[in-house]
Each structure stands twice: as structure tokens, then as C-alpha cells.
């Protein structure tokens, strides 16, 4: 069995796995500096008492092949604090990622070093583009991998032998463990810490970088759309037609995936929305031609297979009755303004941005 319920669900850890958390990371070349800021403070706060900071109940470590420094995405240094050391002498390596197209991550010291940690049954955390690299390294075959909504396009297209989850904040399959990044770091932190070491530390560094009770690995991604909506069924819901745009998902389809009926999704969405899902879908389809037509120089038609429209006429006929305006004059500014009054107008505009 294998996933994030058969880890969540099980008995609380031995004694012994319950000592002194230490934790290795490595950082890609332009890696995000909120993933790594957040889970070391988050063990930080949880290491001692009050706020001495001092390295008892965890040490962390930032390993690197060179002694230069590394660089974040956005453009701060970070020193290392150890070379690579043994990896046995960690209970976790993170790999904390960066920019996609930012260079190469890692060079092959440190892509060896990888292997040979999990050669040695150390466990393996990938946050934000971490994943990545663990999957170009064959670590993630046969497991699934938590990947942000916003890479899930870019996951799919480089590993096919590997199952993505973009609906999750983070995931626990045997030993290996992914993060979709942002927030979700500080919820994955706090779990490692409450298995590591207890229920108080974790709710004490969750509590003190202001944050709420952590969040289970299990919850779903908050994203543009499916944030403004309470219920759970219904982010879910949203989310998952965000990544299908090119081939709708029918709504059975969808609420079979939710374990929900047909009647059920419907009335959700009723309650939440006003509208009918197939509705949401489409007006969420349409929002998002609209930025393609607002920000790229693709074809109206290719847009419109994009987004999951059979034609570029059924497109446009569609386009037209939710925004008052034809897809080509979207690309003036007076004709965004028109739009922007027509939809006024022609639907109720808070509505449909609640799908923005």
C-alpha cells in the first residue's frame, strides 16, 4: 500500500524514530528561496525551547559539491553550511528546486550523491521543482509525485512513467516524499516535525510564522479559480478542469473521480456558483482563451483547440455570448475595454471571475 493515507493513517512512530530530526538539503542552481526559508525556520522554531534557536530537537544542514555560493531565482546567495556528507547521517535529503528553464540544477557530483542516498534507503524529498530532478533521475518510477498545478503541463510532457498529482499540497509514497511548493512547505515541515518529535513543536513553529494548523498532505492546492470556494468538492472539482482545458473531462467523469454522483457535483456547484458544472467548465475554458488571446500571439484557432473548443467558429460563436466580443478585436486596448463593459452587461461579471 502505498501513498500518503497509508502513512497518515498509521500508528504513531517508535520512540527511536522519534529523536533529534536531521535534515540535509540541497539547492538547486536558482532555487526558490521561500521553499527553503520556510521549512528551516519552521525547524528552527521547533529545535528548542522559546526562541533560542539553538539546533537540539533538529539540525539542518545546506550541502553543496562547491564551496561557492548558490544562487536563488531571485538573485540572493546562499552559502553552504557542510560539504556532501554521509547520507546516512540524515533522516531526510530535500531537494529544494527553482526556476524550470533556469540552467542546469545540480551538477554530477551531487546528481551521484542522489543516487547513492537512495541507493542507501535514505528518504528522498522533492519541494517545488525538486520533483524534477528526482524524476530525471529515475528516483520517482513507480511512485507518485505531488507537482504544482502550474509545472503539471511541463511534468507530463517530460516523464511518462511517473504519476503526477497537482491536487495535493504534498505526498508521502514510502521513501519519497514531494511538494508542490509555496505554502505547502511549511505544512510538510510541520509533519516531519510532529513525527519526528511531537504534536507541540510542529503546531509551535506553524503558530509563531503566523500561519494556521497545519494542513494535511491530502488537501488540495489552492489555485486562482479554485480558492474562493469553501468546499472542498468543489475546489477539487475546479482544479481538475483546469487541467484538462485541451480535452474537457465529461462531468461524469469528473464526479466519478470525486467519488460523487452526477446529482451530487450538480448541486454543489448550484450551491456554490449558481451555475451548473458543464457552465463552470465552459466559462473557465473561456477565461482562460481570454488571457491566451491577451498575452500570447497564437492563432484564434489554435487557441481554441487549446482550450478544448472543436472549432474555431464554435469558439468564437461561444466567445461572443459570454463577452459581447469577437476573439480577434480582444487584441486592441479598445476593444478589451468594450469587452470588459459588454460583460457587465451580458453576465454577471462576479460570477464568472470567481473562475479567474
Not at 525547524?43 to 545546506?62: H, K, N
Not at 482550450?307 to 479598445?334: E, N, S
Request: glycine letters at 6%; a positive charge.
Amino acid at each position: 500500500m502505498t501513498g500518503i493515507a497509508s502513512v497518515v493513517t498509521s500508528s504513531k512512530p517508535k520512540a527511536a524514530e522519534r529523536g533529534p530530526l536531521r535534515i540535509g538539503f540541497l539547492l538547486a542552481h536558482n532555487f526558490t528561496l521561500s521553499a527553503l526559508s520556510l521549512f528551516v525556520d519552521a525547524l528552527r522554531l521547533a529545535a528548542d525551547e522559546g526562541d533560542r534557536s539553538r539546533p537540539i530537537r533538529c539540525t539542518w544542514s545546506v550541502m553543496s559539491a562547491r564551496s561557492e555560493p548558490i544562487r536563488a531565482s531571485c538573485g540572493l546567495m546562499v552559502n553552504r553550511t557542510a560539504p556532501l556528507g554521509d547520507p546516512r547521517d540524515f533522516h531526510y535529503i530535500v531537494v529544494v528546486g527553482g526556476l524550470l528553464h533556469g540552467g542546469q540544477a545540480f551538477d554530477e557530483v551531487t546528481l551521484r550523491y542522489l543516487r547513492q542516498a537512495a541507493a542507501a534507503d535514505v528518504p528522498l524529498v522533492g519541494v517545488c521543482t525538486g520533483s524534477f530532478v528526482l524524476s530525471r533521475l529515475g528516483l520517482m518510477r513507480g511512485r507518485r509525485c505531488c507537482v504544482s498545478w502550474f509545472h503539471l503541463p511541463d511534468f507530463q510532457a517530460e516523464f511518462h512513467d511517473v504519476q503526477a498529482d497537482a491536487n495535493q499540497l504534498f505526498i508521502v509514497d514510502r521513501d519519497r516524499i514531494t511538494c508542490a511548493g509555496g505554502s505547502g512547505v511549511a505544512d510538510l515541515a510541520a509533519w516531519l516535525i510532529e513525527r519526528h518529535i511531537g504534536a507541540d513543536a510542529a503546531q509551535k513553529s506553524l503558530h509563531v510564522l503566523q500561519l494556521q494548523n497545519a494542513r494535511a498532505g491530502s488537501e488540495a492546492q489552492p489555485h486562482a479559480s479554485s480558492e474562493h470556494f469553501r468546499d472542498e468538492r468543489v475546489r477539487r472539482a475546479v482544479l481538475l478542469m483546469e487541467q484538462h482545458m485541451a480535452e474537457p473531462l465529461s462531468v461524469e467523469a469528473i464526479a466519478a473521480r470525486l467519488k460523487l454522483s452526477s446529482r451530487q457535483l450538480e448541486r454543489l456547484f448550484r450551491e456554490a456558483t449558481g451555475k451548473s458544472p458543464a457552465i463552470a467548465y465552459r466559462l473557465l475554458r473561456l477565461r482562460y482563451a481570454q488571457r491566451l488571446l491577451q498575452t500570447t500571439q497564437k492563432s484564434v484557432t489554435d487557441i481554441a483547440v487549446e482550450c478544448g473548443f472543436c472549432d474555431g467558429a464554435h469558439f468564437a460563436r461561444q466567445f461572443r455570448a459570454a463577452f459581447g466580443v469577437a476573439p480577434r478585436k480582444i487584441r486592441t486596448a479598445d476593444a478589451i475595454k468594450e469587452m470588459a463593459e459588454s460583460l457587465g452587461a451580458s453576465v454577471n461579471i462576479e460570477q464568472v471571475d470567481a473562475f479567474v
